[in-house]
């Protein structure tokens, strides 16, 4: 008795200490933040990319474009759409059409801004849809009111005023990933038809305000289907828009993405950045050296465990305006170690920024009379000086680490800087300069790609802390098309007033928060990268050959140029996913999937 006694209590402190470690467990384990960075992705050797080709796939889309200015305007920026897909495509003027070419394709694109160029070719299309094609107004044309065009378009009548002023928009339901956003537009125009469409017709998406004007929507016709694009703005900031547009044609659409996520801080670490620190010294009774290491880093430190998010800071040695002679090193170096460790700390990386804040251009360049505290170079080998001076600095400061990515001082380098980059500076992989073209400004604009050099282009899409709606409608845009987010902020952003200093951190702060819980919450599988990270991602993205199949209900990919790893979205627009052979898939937005392909050949199953 007494033994089993025993035996009992003994049972009940073995089940009491397993019962509080059970607790311990799951207390520490609340506060784990599970990470969705798997292992980290290299960047390859160009080499590693010969491995085979495929056939190029059948031009299945025709785009057809009008010789003048606007047409040519809204077709370039489908076009450039269609090859970010890799989308083969034949294109036609309207004067050199012929329509017996249509059997020929699936899918018809009009980049047409005027009626009349379409007007002879409407009965034949009309057939064509009829017969079962898919046709796409990739813009609103003009009407002039023809039955047999508004017929087509799933128009039931048009408005009083045939053009709408646009002040904004959204998705309806879950058309894009994080596109239930409402948008507004700065500077709106009569950008859209104003019109009423047929019962038949599906809306995708709408303008907001009190009159609603449907903005994307499908009509079935015939055995084919009519898609209109009815959002008037064709520059690259849309691009994601049209391509979402697009993707309601036909059954299915397949293209590869970069799936990467990358938030970099340029100008971090450097020395303690001039600006006017007048709000700063009201809001927190703070110089700029202290609200930077107690208020900004602690936020945007907080912000980054909060989310995973390995930032990618840029350094910058010293604030001169030197172009020419020997470069003193920066001595000064407690803020480098300090902020740069706890960067590393964090899971994230270091790249160039510049020895100092000048662009890396030479005399002949012209800076349009927009920075007149910027000097030149004096010659070639005073920029490869500058660099060097620069790497040696952070390889003295930073000895295990490897700088990858480079990004140009306010996004200005000129043809013979890269040279020097590319020739001189083989650690150098990548350059992160800016994603969207100003018109006004002398910034260097790429596309997601890498260039002949073998440099790694990562442009950066959205920036600061103010993020106004037509940042983000880019984001949303790219978050579509690329499957990718880039976002660039400086410390001295602060102090900016065109970067919003004047509202005040605590806004500005709250603002940026906003911005990455809704990149999260709109596509929570999106990976978070480091800026060579994303590299490797885009290098893989822009070297991957597709040739696209679909028998019955299965789609096959073959792959060329594939090493490790592919990522797509399929967009589906009858039946779902069954089983993937050679990858995996998740969902992204109705129809909307996201697929790694883990070998070369894929095979999607569908069912209903
Ligand atoms: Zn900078």
């Known amino acids: 008795m007494h033994k089993r006694n025993t035996y009992i209590h003994n049972m009940f402190v073995i089940w009491l200490v397993f019962l509080l470690l059970l607790v311990v467990v799951l207390f520490v384990g609340r506060n784990i933040v599970y990470s969705n960075k798997g292992k980290s992705l290299q960047i390859l050797k160009e080499e ?12 299945k889309t025709l785009v057809i474009y009008h010789d003048d200015r606007d047409s040519r305007r809204g077709a370039r920026e489908i076009l450039a759409t ?3 897909m890799k989308v083969v495509y034949d294109k036609v003027k309207t004067d050199e059409l012929d329509p017996l070419i249509y059997d020929r394709y699936s899918r018809i694109v009009i980049a047409v801004t005027d009626h009349e160029w379409i007007d002879p ?3 034949g299309l009309d057939a064509w849809v009829s017969g079962g094609g898919s046709l796409m107004f990739a813009f609103p044309p003009s009407t002039g009111g023809e039955e047999a065009l508004l017929n087509l378009m799933g128009i039931e009548d048009l408005g009083d005023k045939e053009w709408a002023l646009v002040r904004g928009f959204t998705c309806m339901g879950d058309f894009m990933p994080g596109g239930s956003r409402r948008l507004s537009i700065s500077t709106p125009y009569e950008s859209s038809l104003n019109v009423r469409l047929s019962a038949s017709c ?10 609603e004007v449907p903005l994307v929507w499908r009509q079935p016709y015939g055995e084919g289907e009519v898609i209109v694009d009815n959002l008037g703005f064709m520059e690259k900031a849309y691009r994601g828009f049209h391509a979402a547009a697009y993707t309601l044609m036909g059954t299915y659409t397949i293209w590869p993405v970069i799936n990467g996520s990358t938030f970099f801080i340029d100008d971090f670490p450097s020395p303690i950045p001039p600006g006017d620190s007048y709000q700063i010294k009201q809001d927190y009774g703070m110089d700029i050296k202290d609200f930077y290491t107690q208020v900004w880093w602690r936020d945007i430190s907080n912000l980054a465990k909060k989310y995973n998010i390995p930032y990618t800071g840029l350094v910058i040695e010293v604030y001169s305006d030197q172009t020419s002679g020997a470069l003193p090193r920066q001595t000064d170096v407690t803020r480098f170690e300090y902020f740069g460790n706890m960067l590393l700390d964090m899971g994230g990386e270091l790249g160039y920024h510049g020895y100092n804040h000048m662009p890396l251009v030479l005399e002949n360049f012209d800076y349009l009379g927009k920075y007149d505290s910027y000097r030149q170079w004096i010659s070639i080998d005073e920029i490869r000086d ?50 969207l073209p100003d018109q006004n400004d002398v910034s260097y604009a790429t596309e997601f790609e890498v260039t002949e050099d073998g440099i790694i282009q990562t442009p950066r899409i959205v920036s600061g802390y103010v993020l106004d709606d037509y940042m983000r409608a880019a984001a949303m845009s790219e978050l579509y098309l690329h499957c990718v987010n880039t976002h660039f902020q400086h410390p001295d952003d602060v102090l900016d ?12 702060y709250s603002r940026l928060e906003n911005y990455v819980d809704w990149l999260y919450a709109a596509l929570p599988q999106i990976r978070s990268m480091t800026g060579s990270e994303l590299a490797g991602a885009v290098q893989r993205y822009s070297e991957v050959q597709v040739h696209r199949q679909k028998k019955g209900d299965t789609i096959t990919l073959e792959l060329g140029n ?19 052979e050679g990858g ?25």
């Open 48 to 59: 590693a990319f010969e491995t085979g080709r495929v056939p190029k796939d059948q031009a």
């Open 82 to 84: 269609l090859r970010q």
């Open 121 to 123: 070719f409407l009965a």
């Open 202 to 211: 599906t809306t995708y998406m709408v303008s907001t305000g009190k009159n």
């Open 386 to 435: 500058s660099m060097k001076e620069l790497t040696e600095f952070c390889h003295a400061l930073f000895p295990d680490q490897t700088f990858k990515v480079y990004v140009p001082p306010s996004n200005i380098i000129s043809d013979e800087g890269r040279e020097v980059l590319a020739n001189d500076f083989p650690e150098i992989q990548c350059i992160a300069s800016l994603y």
């Open 497 to 508: 007033v065109d970067r919003g200093t004047n509202l005040g951190w605590q806004e500005l």
């Open 562 to 580: 594939f090493v490790d790893e592919a990522w797509f979205y399929l967009k589906l627009n009858e039946g779902k996913p069954e089983t993937v």
């Open 584 to 608: 995996s898939l998740t969902r992204a937005a109705d129809g909307l999937y996201l697929v790694q392909a883990e070998s070369p050949r894929l095979k999607i199953h569908l069912g209903d």
